[in-house]
Structure formats: C-alpha cells, structure tokens
C-alpha cells in the first residue's frame, strides 16, 4: 500500500468556487504533515503545514484527522493564480513521502 | 522559509558525459538532503536520501554507481549523472531537512533541467 494516495484529479473549477483535496496516509505513526503547490516547470513550494487543530492562512484552509488518518486543503474564492499541482506530504523521521499531486485549473 | 540553492539551474550535455549538480542550503545546516527526478507531467520520484558524512541511501531502481551522491557537509550536497544518456534528460531536484523544534521541515531548491543530447 503506498505511504500517501492523493487523487490525481484534474480538477477544474470556475474562478471564485471553493475547492478541496484529500489525501490518505497509511502509517500512523507519521509525525508531521503538509501541502505543497507545484507549478509547471518549477520546484514545490510550502504551502502550508497542516496541524491536529486545522490551520487557516486567507484563503486555505488545512485539516489534519489522525484517527482517519486523513488531510485535506480546502481553497475559498478560488484565482486563476491557484492553478498548479498541490502536493501532500507526510514526514515520518527525517523521511518525507509525497502523494501523487492534484492537479488544480482554475477557469475563468 | 529557508533558502535552498541548486546549480546549474539548467544543462545540455552529450551523450556518455558526466555531469555535476550542487545543492547548497544557504541559510541552515541541513541534516538530510534528498534527490527527486521529475519527467514532464509525472510525480517527483525521490531517487536517494543523503546524511552529511555517510552514504547515500538509495531507493529500489536508483543506480548508485551511475547517480553519484556526495554530501561532504552540512550544508552542500552534489548529485553527479555519470556516462549520461538522453533518457537521463529529466528535472533533478534537491531538498534540504532541517529539525525545526520537534518536527522536520523540507524545502526545495529550485530544480536542474538535464537533457542529454
């Protein structure tokens, strides 16, 4: 089973829609937790981290289930700026085990 | 967020040379380093973790004798591609982790695009 399942997507939304991405982990012993953007051609870039107690910065919105074993990001008022790849990662040690990404379009 | 720097930022060589890419965090002492590839339109794929000071741990399919992985301080790592084909042509990237209290952090630098000739 992989460490991290992320639906690949695409997804494709009209600007200003609100949007979510989940993700699965399979060892619960994993630690930290986190979303990436990716944009084409470029390196992934943190996002943000992603806590027990779910964590907002404007417009993301990151949850963190541990008994699911389960995260998801959530993006209000969707901006064409947003299109890229959102990639969620799961550190365990000093090991870090990415999902699949998911493809975001925003359309206008 | 930390700064993580690579270079070259991109390559073209010919066939059956070798080639040298650095990985330097400027603004931390990285505890570990990994080194991902990327084809177009395909997942990061980690193609080896490095510790300052000890060998690379390589992941299953990863060549350690063609994908030669130094990492002589805390604070630079350097992937060489050696006898390079054109189907190495690909988008390396380096990442540096630090411990940020009680948790590790990744940050990436900014990629090396390779194409073999």
């Known amino acids: 089973r992989k460490e991290v399942e992320q639906d690949p997507g695409p997804f494709n939304v009209p600007e200003g829609a609100t949007v979510a991405f989940n993700c699965t982990y399979s060892?619960?012993?994993?630690?930290?937790f986190f979303w990436y953007r990716q944009d084409c051609r470029k390196e992934p870039k943190l996002l943000m981290s992603?806590?027990?107690s779910g964590n907002e910065d404007g417009r993301f919105t990151a949850q963190l289930n541990r008994a699911s074993q389960y995260i998801s990001l959530l993006i209000r008022d969707s901006k064409l700026s947003d299109s890229a790849t959102y990639l969620c990662v799961v550190n365990r040690g000093n090991q870090f085990y990415f999902g699949t990404g998911t493809s975001l379009t925003v359309i206008p | 967020g930390a700064v993580v720097s690579q270079h070259p930022s991109w390559v073209i060589c010919k066939s059956g040379t070798s080639v040298k890419i650095e990985c330097r965090s400027l603004d931390f002492q990285a505890t570990t380093m990994f080194w991902y590839r990327q084809f177009p339109k395909q997942s990061l794929m980690l193609m080896a973790t490095s510790n300052e000071g000890s060998k690379a741990t390589y992941e299953q399919g990863v060549e350690k004798d063609k994908f030669l992985i130094n990492h002589a301080s805390l604070t630079l790592s350097t992937l060489t591609v050696t006898s390079a084909h054109p189907e190495d042509s690909s988008f390396y990237i380096c990442s540096a982790s630090s411990r940020i209290r009680s948790s590790y952090e990744q940050y990436f630098g900014p990629g090396t695009r390779l194409t073999v000739t």
């Open positions: 992603v806590y027990s």
């Open positions: 060892n619960s012993a994993s630690q930290s």
